[in-house]
């Protein structure tokens, strides 16, 4: 009985990584597809990216705050003080920049993707749509993937900006440090291996956001109640995956810089 | 009527499926069965369309009949059986061939199904649209269409600021804009008041006898499938009449489903002669 029950769930579970990964893999095939559309795209760029800059600069200060506050009173304690700046631009470029931003669009855009492609299921909208011979990989999904990835990429950056400077803030103005000195140390040691791997966390972090959104909006069923658990799920499963990814991605370049 | 006759020209213009195939049947379900959750929804289901037909598709609430014109369209794929529809079988099609297919079959959802984002003119255009056709011949081709339908002036108003047979309209619209050959109709009539109805069953008796498109349909109100049964579209005042002395059109048969099984295949007169106790009770 037992042994069933955990057959079939581990049979869902294969098959439901079956249809997210052709899903993802059609959805991205149309990118090499002519005509490529790349209205759709803007409009959905302008959605994602635009919207969620009010909050990414608010989290991304606030965190670099607090970053400054809470560490320079430890590096304090082993007269250390002086590489705050280090510290925070650290934390902020390699981790806090691209998971917090990561984590803030999963909130926003992977559960308004679900939800708006899951209406559009239970109305037969996708249903019409294949019927009006066009394939909703290509005009609702793959638009989706290329906008979060490449948002994200630059929101994850202007995360990283607006937390230094938010760190600095509260380092020169609460902590009483020096500014240029909390500046110089923030960049001065930076190398190519944190700068990539700060790139490099965004794309798939975005790729994670707006597969698992489309994934769960696409594979709604059951009225209103089944968008509902489907936006839920998009939520918590791309949050989990983009804070398990990048631990490997982490690990993956610690490998490879170093560092 | 100037530019009835205009669209008369262009569709006479291109060679349709069935000119070129006579004597083909443009749909063909052979033994089709579907099942859904552990339960068969359509078990064994044979029957088939010929070029200018319209199949009447009776049958009570969730016996499977939306599903049977989505298995048509290629939108759900069979357990078993073949559905042939212009000679290729859509069971086993790949999606990207479907869509091509899918040009020449125009679909009518039963709730409607527009696209809430976009205003009228461009769900009405859409298909046009995704075939970058040249902005002119869209405009012109959108207003003909819902001309057709008699909503001319909804052209920029959005599918929630309609009507409920007004949106219908609207789908019926959309789904005929490219004169499609075949035309699977759910439910047009459903919900609606008899006057909205008859409208509806106008459109349709206009689109089978004036386009001579094949179409399945399907319907719970017995009285518009008897309507699309005895009248016939009249295009010198543009409106729906009754065949003379009682006769009924011989193009337009039905298919009554029960318990997932087709359980009649035959003309209107048979139908109401059918001796068969479900039938009798059901158009009664
Ligand atoms: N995609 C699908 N695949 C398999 N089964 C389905 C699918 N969609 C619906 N069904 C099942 O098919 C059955 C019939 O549904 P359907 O919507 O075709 O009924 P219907 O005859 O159109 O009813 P109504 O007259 O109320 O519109 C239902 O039991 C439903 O669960
Ligand atoms: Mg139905």
């Given at each position: 009985m037992a042994e069933n029950t955990l057959d079939r769930a581990a049979k869902n579970i294969i098959l439901s990584l079956q249809d997210y990964a052709l899903l993802s893999g059609r959805a991205l095939s149309?990118?090499?597809?002519?005509?490529?559309?790349?209205a759709d795209i803007f409009t959905q760029a302008d959605s994602i990216g635009v919207g969620s800059i009010p909050i990414v600069l608010l989290t991304g200060f606030f965190t670099g705050g607090v970053l400054a506050l809470q560490t320079s009173a430890s590096l304090s304690q082993f007269?250390?003080?002086?590489?705050t700046g280090q510290l925070v631009s650290f934390s902020m470029i390699k981790e806090l920049g691209p998971v917090l931003t990561g984590l803030m669009v999963s909130g926003r855009n992977a559960s308004g993707m679900a939800s708006e492609l899951g209406s559009m299921i239970v109305t037969e909208q996708v249903d019409a749509m294949r019927a009006l011979g066009s394939d909703p990989l290509k005009k609702l999904v793959m638009p989706r993937l290329v906008a979060t990835v490449v948002m994200l990429f630059f929101l994850a950056i202007l995360s990283d900006m607006v937390g230094i400077m938010g760190g600095g803030a509260i380092a020169v103005f609460?902590?009483?440090?020096d500014g240029s000195q909390y500046f110089h140390s923030s960049y001065q040691s930076l190398v190519f291996g944190d700068i990539f791997q700060g790139l490099v966390k965004p794309v798939f972090f975005g790729f994670i956001i707006a597969s698992i959104g489309c994934f769960y909006g696409m594979s709604t069923k059951g009225g209103t109640q089944g968008v509902g658990r489907a936006t839920t799920q998009a939520v918590v499963v791309s949050s989990v995956l983009i804070i398990a990814s990048d631990f490997v991605i982490s690990r993956l370049m610690i490998g490879i810089f170093g560092r | 009527m100037a530019d009835a006759a205009q669209a008369e020209q262009a569709a006479g213009k291109r060679e349709t499926w069935s000119q070129t195939h006579p004597?083909?049947?443009?749909v063909v379900f052979d033994g089709v069965s579907l099942r859904s959750g552990g339960h068969?929804?359509?078990?064994?289901i044979s029957f088939r369309v010929m070029g200018g037909e319209t199949r009447i598709i009776l049958g009570p609430a969730g016996v499977g009949k939306s599903v049977l014109l989505k298995l048509a369209n290629g939108l759900i794929r069979p357990d078993s059986g073949t559905i042939t529809v212009f000679g290729e079988n859509v069971g086993r099609l790949r999606e990207d061939d479907l869509f091509t297919l899918r040009a020449h079959i125009g679909m009518v959802f039963q709730e409607g199904a527009?696209?809430?984002?976009?205003t009228v003119r461009d769900n009405v255009a859409y298909r046009l649209n995704e075939d970058h056709v040249a902005e002119e011949e869209v405009d012109r081709r959108v207003r003909e269409a819902l001309r057709f339908v008699e909503l001319?002036?909804?052209?920029?108003?959005?599918?929630?600021?309609?009507?409920g047979g007004m949106r219908r309209r609207v789908s019926i619209a959309r789904a005929i804009i490219s004169d499609p050959e075949l035309v699977l109709y759910d439910s047009?009539?459903?919900?609606?008041?008899p006057i909205t109805s008859t409208t509806i069953i106008e459109i349709v008796v206009k689109q089978r006898d004036f386009y001579n498109s094949s179409s399945l349909l399907v319907t719970h109100r017995l009285q518009d499938a008897f309507t699309l049964a005895t009248h016939r579209f009249n295009d010198g005042n543009n409106k729906m009449e009754k065949l003379p002395d009682?006769?009924?059109?011989?193009n337009t048969t039905f298919l009554v489903l029960h318990e997932g099984k087709l359980v009649f295949d035959g003309s209107t007169l048979d139908l109401v002669h059918s001796e068969d106790p479900f039938i009798r009770e059901f158009i009664e």
């Open positions: 149309n990118l090499f597809r002519r005509p490529l559309t790349l007269g250390a003080g002086a590489i609460m902590l009483g440090q | 004597g083909e049947p443009v068969t929804v359509l078990d064994n527009l696209f809430d984002s976009l001319e002036d909804t052209i920029d108003k959005f599918p929630s600021q309609l009507s047009p009539t459903g919900g609606l008041d009682g006769k009924v059109n011989e």
